[in-house]
């Protein structure tokens, strides 16, 4: 198994570019999970999806900021536009949707935003 | 979800026991514990998770305190790859878990 597959792996952009990050979940797991990573706040949960439908977004900071997921195998994190205080490394998980079944974890992609 | 205390830091000889202490005196009944680390540069890993009971996998043994409200990650035979950061995470279980909260952990340096 390949495990979480994030795309790209370093992003460097600049303010008021759209950026967009690319997830491809473990196969057979039906929840994906966006955090985002800095070392002021450390890891934060974006939000997270149960079969392709977003649960809980709470965590997404600003309408900047959107995520999709058309199918089981692919999730989008969009920012439009970005700004410098979105600098950080983003990371998508996934697992199976059963009582107790851990997070898997992608390598994250490390955004940079001039 | 109940609060998590962990040591900034630890160190640890190669070849020893590493053991990393959590304090958790508010978990509730039906809480977990979970650990995982993040290998720096790497997403984080999961490692073990308990209830009650003691646990053991292939990576680590996961000791809990009868009352519940304190933890022990023990890795028996640290190695030099075993410098991360690891995280004590109480959540509930259930479909919804995932939701974790992840503290600022405890950074384990092994040396040899």
């Known amino acids: 198994d390949a495990g979480v597959i994030q795309s790209p792996r370093h992003e460097v952009t600049e303010m008021g570019q759209e950026v967009t990050l690319r997830c491809k979940p473990i196969s057979g797991h039906n929840s994906l999970f966006w955090y985002r990573q800095t070392m002021m706040r450390g890891l934060e949960l974006l939000i997270y999806f149960n079969n392709n439908v977003p ?6 900071p600003e309408d900047r900021f959107s995520a999709k997921m058309p199918n089981a195998s692919f999730s989008t994190l969009k920012i439009q536009p970005s700004e410098p205080r979105d600098s950080a490394v983003y990371f998508c998980a996934s697992r199976e949707q059963v ?16 | 979800d109940a609060k998590t205390t962990q040591p900034t830091s630890m160190d640890c000889a190669e070849g020893r026991a590493a053991n990393l202490p959590c304090n958790h005196s508010t978990i509730s009944g039906n809480e977990y514990v979970y650990w995982y680390r993040q290998i720096h540069s790497q997403g984080p890993q999961y490692i073990i998770h ?7 996998n292939e990576m680590a043994s996961l000791i809990i305190t009868e ?16 410098t991360a950061v690891y995280y ?19 950074i ?4 040899p």
Request: contains cysteine.
């Open chain 2, 108 to 111: 384990l340096t092994v040396h």
């Open chain 2, 67 to 82: 009352d519940r409200k304190s933890s022990t990650l023990i890795l028996p035979h640290a190695t030099l790859r075993d």
């Open chain 1, 55 to 60: 649960i809980d977004d709470s965590g997404m």
């Open chain 2, 50 to 56: 308990g209830l009650k009971n003691n646990e053991t």
């Open chain 2, 88 to 106: 004590c995470i109480v959540t509930r279980s259930g479909t919804s878990y995932g939701k974790l909260t992840f503290g600022q952990g405890t």
């Open chain 1, 99 to 114: 009582n107790n079944s851990p997070l898997h974890f992608g390598n994250g992609t490390r955004l940079t935003v001039t």
